[in-house]
């Protein structure tokens, strides 16, 4: 097998053309499965997603095996070419949108309770940050929606003659403009001016106004902070919080 990608939760390769995920032994037992599901819901919705081959284990470990979408991401395509990169923000809002444009009938994962979750299981946040917080993500009313949770250029795969949605492990039914600001978090600790650009582009495509997208700010950003991401700062995420959500 050849190792192609590795990340927070597993190690993803490529073998006899197909993609295979297999996952670090920390997580729960029944993640390869959840994920599986997700992905094959967002599948039968006609989204532009791998199929789901099997849900297997390998050497003991959890594993999903799906199609191989040969391409590049559009995070690469936009490094080779940064003079085309509101072409390719405006490619990937139109994939956003198509996931935002479908209304969940099904039992998938709610937001608010993912979010809460995770703002709870927070040790660095005091207990009456998190009350706060926890009020203000019960007190935003929204249309129910598909949420990718993790949507960004390089969960983006541009084939010869589509656009593949990857990763749907954080996918939830939700307010996508919880999911417009958590794409906008991710932008910005790389490039601020990226994030302004994807931000104003989604508000002007989609009536939104950045102050509608920007209240989930402290929300999603203590809710990262459950994610330990190696390369994420957590004072960062916790100046968001503070600015937006003081003690």
Avoid at 1 to 15: P, S, V
Avoid at 233 to 241: F, P
Wanted: glycine share 4%; with cysteine; aromatic share 8%.
């Amino acid at each position: 097998m050849n190792l192609i990608a590795t990340g927070n939760t597993a190690k993803i390769y490529l073998h006899e053309n197909k993609i295979i995920k297999i996952y670090n032994d920390k997580l729960p037992e029944t993640e390869s499965i959840h994920e599986a599901n997700k992905q094959k819901w967002a599948y039968s919705f006609g989204l532009s997603v791998p199929k789901i081959l099997d849900v297997t284990k390998i050497e003991g470990k959890q594993a999903i095996i799906m199609e191989y979408s040969k391409g590049k991401t559009l995070g690469e395509l936009l490094l080779e070419n940064k003079d085309q990169a509101e072409y390719y923000m405006n490619l990937s809002i139109d994939m956003q949108q198509q996931i935002h444009s479908v209304v969940p009938n099904t039992t998938l994962e709610l937001m608010t309770e993912k979010l809460q979750h995770q703002i709870q299981t927070v040790s660095i946040l005091e207990k009456k940050q998190q009350d706060m917080l926890i009020k203000k993500l019960h007190s935003i009313t929204f249309d129910k929606r598909l949420c990718h949770g993790d949507f960004h250029l390089f969960n983006l795969i541009k084939t010869d003659n589509k656009v593949t949605i990857i990763d749907w492990v954080d996918s939830s039914v939700g307010d996508i403009r919880a999911d417009v600001y958590r794409t906008y978090l991710l932008y910005s600790y790389f490039s601020l001016e990226l994030a302004e650009m994807y931000c104003r582009l989604y508000c002007e495509r989609s009536g939104l106004s950045k102050i509608e997208v920007f209240q989930w700010a402290p929300i999603i950003a203590a809710a990262r902070l459950a994610e330990n991401v190696r390369s994420e700062s957590s004072e960062r995420l916790l100046e968001i919080v503070n600015q937006f959500c003081p003690l």
